[in-house]
């Protein structure tokens, strides 16, 4: 690189880089992958269309200094939802707020707090499935990593109960950045529920949140994954949810991304041994002056396997939305079925969409398909709607409301899926008068 | 119930309807024949208000009130109804919902309570029952994946439900067969009340002898050229149009 270290490298290595000696390797990797990654302009490809120039304006790199998250409890608990609660608020776990459970079978603890031989299992896959080289976020997640969440799931063992980790983000005073950690590793015919719930305080932000998961799918292990955000508009997110999927192992996932300044997730699924299943499902709500910007990796690695990629989003006001999703079939991933399908709608003049899927593939005998559409609210639909009497804004949160209506059904976990439908009315309109009809439905019928 | 005087209205800089007169009392069936394209969904569309659709003359009065001025959801509330020739799907709105909302807006106007949604449930459950439509079409989306036939029952469903003052059904009949005729031609006559008039556009005179309207009128380029009694249909249907055009001419 012969370009000078940006201001933000300088800073973040500085402060976050080489302060212990748990994974070092890791750590010097990361680091070293950090500092070879440009800081993102226009021309670079993966952030073409999503600016940081906020990270330029204030230094992101210092420390948070405040913990308390204990009156935004409103803002994650989950009705009838019967789980191992973990919180952590500005990347500090939060042991008043948390619960934990035993259940047989599974071990949840903090890296820090792992017993000798649940550290040889971290060690031996933290950092193995979130490539440095997709997202310098993640870099610099790997060069700071030392503490984080750790769930096993032994062999055969299948969870009864889903786990809760809930990541809040709260007002310092000045610009800060914080880190977490997620690593799931499901053991052979393993069965696990992760919920990861992204929220803030009510109060403008100013943390940067940056957060990795990894996860492991074992030989026949499933994995439920819910990726839950709502956090205020002006939090920064940089995400990142990394997969390896074992022989015949199925990973099911379900995005729901609603509010913040700046959001961008990466998602990576590695189809490695063969047989293994991928459904994706998301949807990004961003409205006023969001931005959301998600890269979906899938890489096609062996045989026989099969993705099923639905993203949708709806963009309202000045909003601005990325989904760039790739799906790359490898020359050995014969027989494999993929789809990926990305719809949008525009709700205003203003609001933009930048929608790439690509499919590469090197194998003969699959079956692939994908596509993108953006469009507005249908104009004959409305005036069906309003010609039965329905007004023309209750008419456009009900045409809104349907266009994910689909796929918020589709979601497994019930207690969730009733949760997540106020949510989601809300984000059209806070008057209940508008969005009662939309609600109705699971109720009623 | 419906005056229309004079009626010019244009479609994207097209003139289609072209001095339009029209007199509906209440209680009246009126019929409304006429060639592809003629301006007979148009005139509907006039009707109900919809974007795109200018009248430039003219004057149209519903139950004494001048409805050109009014948003399409206020005639609708008013109790103008609109059976389309092409109902629209749309997928992720349950017919449920849909149902729902429209219902609680026409009584909210006519300053009636909404019904819980229990009463609802029942209410549009026997409605679907008299036009033969399995339950099962509550809870899928509007119209969707429905065929022609099933549409064409829905729009008379909405219609049941929500007791309209005037009703134009477009083309209910076509692409029915003769079981779904009787099903629809049922469910308007168990709608025929003497404060309810209705407008039945169509291409066969088949439907109106299960409706027998008081009045058939042939509209071709744009206006009423000739209107009779039901006989006149059955002369439409043996002798074409071109006789009456060309007269018209
Ligand atoms: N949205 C529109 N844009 C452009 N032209 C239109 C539009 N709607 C109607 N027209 C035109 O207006 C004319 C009348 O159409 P209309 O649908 O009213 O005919 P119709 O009498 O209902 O015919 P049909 O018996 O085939 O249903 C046609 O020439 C049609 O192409
Ligand atoms: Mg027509």
Redesign the interface.
């Known amino acids: 690189m012969t370009q000078a270290v940006s201001d933000f490298h300088q800073q973040a290595l500085s402060q976050w880089v080489g302060k212990s000696d748990k994974f070092q390797r890791l750590n010097a990797d990361g680091s070293k992958a950090f500092e070879a990654l440009p800081f993102p302009t226009r021309k670079t490809e993966a952030w073409k269309y999503t600016s940081l120039y906020a990270l330029t304006q204030q230094d992101y790199n210092q420390a948070v200094a405040t913990f308390d998250g204990a009156e935004v409890a409103a803002n994650y608990q989950v009705d009838s939802l019967d789980v191992q609660q973990w919180v952590f608020v500005n990347g500090q776990f939060q042991a008043n707020l948390s619960t934990q459970k035993n259940e047989s079978g599974l071990h949840m603890v903090r890296f820090s707090d792992a017993s000798a031989e649940q550290l040889a299992l971290i060690e031996k896959h933290l950092g193995q499935v979130a490539e440095n080289e997709r997202n310098l976020f993640t870099a610099l997640n790997n060069a700071q990593v030392q503490d984080g969440v750790f769930i096993y799931v032994e062999k055969n063992t299948q969870l009864t109960q889903p786990i809760h980790i809930v990541n809040v983000t709260t007002q310092q005073g000045q610009a800060a950045s914080a880190f977490n950690r997620c690593l799931v590793v499901l053991d052979q015919l393993a069965q696990a529920t992760v919920i990861e719930q992204f929220v803030s305080s009510d109060a403008e932000q100013d943390v940067l949140l940056n957060q990795v998961t990894e996860a492991v799918v074992g030989n026949g292990a499933q994995l439920q994954h819910y990726r839950l955000h709502k956090e205020h508009e002006s939090s920064l997110h940089f995400g990142g949810v990394y997969v390896d999927l074992g022989r015949d192992s199925q990973f099911n996932s379900y995005q729901v991304l609603l509010g913040g300044k700046v959001k961008r997730l990466d998602v990576l699924v590695n189809h490695n041994e063969g047989g293994s299943h991928c459904e994706m499902k998301g949807v990004y709500l961003p409205k006023n002056d969001q931005h959301v910007d998600i890269h979906s990796y899938i890489e096609h690695k062996a045989a026989h396997c099969t993705t099923d990629e639905i993203y949708r989003g709806i963009m309202a006001d000045q909003s601005k939305a990325v989904f760039n999703g790739r799906i790359h079939i490898h020359p050995d991933a014969q027989k494999t079925l993929a789809e990926l399908s990305n719809k949008n709608l525009l709700l205003s003049d203003k609001a933009q969409i930048n929608t790439k899927p690509e499919l590469e593939i090197y194998a003969d005998d699959v079956r692939c398909a994908h596509g993108a559409t953006v469009a507005q609210l249908d104009e004959t639909a409305k005036f069906y709607l309003q010609s039965r009497g329905i007004s023309a804004q209750e008419a456009d949160i009900m045409l809104s409301f349907g266009f994910i209506n689909e796929l918020l059904d589709s979601i497994p976990l019930e207690p969730l899926r009733v949760a997540l439908r106020p949510l989601l009315a809300q984000q059209f309109s806070s008057d209940r008068a508008l969005t009662q009809h939309i609600l109705h439905d699971e109720a009623g019928a | 119930m419906l005056s229309i005087k004079n009626l010019h209205a244009k479609v994207e800089e097209k003139d289609i309807l072209k001095g339009l007169n029209i007199e509906i009392k209440p209680g009246e069936i009126h019929a409304i024949m006429g060639p592809n394209g003629a301006g007979k969904s148009t005139l509907g569309n006039v009707l ?1 208000g ?2 795109g659709y200018e009248v430039t003359d003219g004057e149209v009065i519903f139950d004494g009130k001048n409805i050109l001025d009014m ?3 206020e005639r ?2 008013e109790g103008l ?2 059976a ?1 020739q092409y ?2 799907e ?5 017919n ?3 149902l ?3 219902v ?3 009584r909210a ?1 006519r300053g009636q309570d909404p019904l819980d ?1 229990v009463s ?2 029942k209410l549009a459950r026997e409605k679907c029952k008299a036009v033969n439509l399995d339950q099962n079409f ?2 899928r ?2 119209n969707e994946g429905f065929s022609g036939g099933e549409k064409k029952r829905n729009e008379i469903m ?1 219609m049941m439900l ?1 007791e309209p003052k005037l009703c134009i059904l477009d083309e209910t009949d076509s692409g029915l067969d003769i079981d779904a005729l009787q099903v629809v031609a049922e469910g308007v006559n168990s709608q025929r009340d003497p404060n309810r008039s209705f407008i039945v556009v169509t291409h066969y005179q088949r439907l109106l002898d299960y409706i027998v309207p008081d009045y058939v009128h042939v509209l071709a380029g744009g206006k009423i050229v000739k209107s009779g009694g039901k006989e006149l249909a059955l002369e439409l249907e043996e002798k074409g149009y071109g006789w009456i055009e060309n007269g018209a001419a």
């Open positions: 109900s919809r974007e948003d399409t959801e609708a509330r109804f609109l389309f109902p629209v749309i997928p992720g709105v349950s449920l919902e849909f729902k909302a429209s609680d807006a026409v106007h949604s609802f449930l509550l809870k989306g509007v909405q929500l």
